[in-house]
């Protein structure tokens, strides 16, 4: 069974600094991983995916996340955080054939 | 429309009664999916539609909910005899699966509120 954990529910940052957001998933194939994004009363739209290749791949608005194996890990980055990118961030995985299983999401702040 | 289209946005319903929610997903996209979002939580996958038929329905909580997609576009999801712990919002999503797995386009969901 695949799975998904998130860690920390709020990340607070001020707006310039780096932002961080945990992900490690659980799978007993080679995982698509996906990031996810969703702004007030918004859907959720993709923010970035890894599939196969390279590790650290780039997604909108700056952001980024690197596929690290033997950590099981796949964090979310970037490196000035804008206001406009308060939201509520969601980590998913998928065994390749579709379904997609999410986290519990991270709500960020970004303070002035 | 360019985007998933989800309606009613808002139900309000009482304990026992029969309530359907609407997708309408992108035109063209051959993979449809339904989940369900409770307050403080992650998108939980109910159900997935490749065409027609139910690829996927392991995550339909029981017997009382139900989904088709008879035409291969249009989804309606359907909740019998409702409780009040299926209040949440419902998200639908279509994805075109052969071209980009994963990438799925989310419509804005359908809250529903059993009082």
């Known amino acids: 069974a695949q799975s998904v954990t998130q860690l920390g529910s709020h990340v607070s940052v001020s707006e310039g600094a780096l932002v961080l957001l945990r992900c490690n998933y659980s799978s007993s194939v080679p995982p698509y991983l996906f990031w996810y994004v969703q702004y007030p009363n918004q859907g959720l739209q993709l923010l970035l995916k890894?599939?196969?290749?390279?590790?650290l791949v780039k997604g909108i608005n700056g952001f980024e996340a690197e596929f690290k194996k033997s950590e099981t890990s796949f964090h979310l980055t970037k490196p000035s955080a804008h206001m406009s990118d308060a939201a509520e961030y969601f980590c998913?995985?998928?065994?390749?054939?579709?379904?997609?299983?999410f986290g519990t999401g991270t709500r960020l702040q970004v303070f002035p | 429309g360019a985007g998933v289209s989800q309606t009613p946005s808002n139900k309000v319903t009482e304990k026992g009664k029969y309530v359907e929610l609407r997708c309408d997903p992108i035109?063209?996209?051959?993979?449809l999916y339904w989940y369900r979002q409770s307050l403080g939580q992650g998108p939980e996958f109910l159900i997935y539609f490749q065409g027609t038929g139910a690829a996927d329905d392991s995550g339909l909580p029981n017997d009382r909910f139900f989904a088709v997609r008879p035409e291969g576009s249009v989804s309606t999801l359907k909740i019998q005899r409702t409780e009040r712990g299926d209040s949440a919002v419902y998200l639908c999503a279509s994805s075109d699966s052969g071209r980009a797995p994963g990438e799925l386009f989310f419509g804005e969901g359908s809250r529903l509120t059993v009082l």
């Open positions: 998913a995985v998928s065994d390749q054939a579709d379904k997609l299983i």
């Open positions: 890894y599939t196969t290749g390279a590790t």
């Open positions: 035109s063209g996209h051959t993979a």
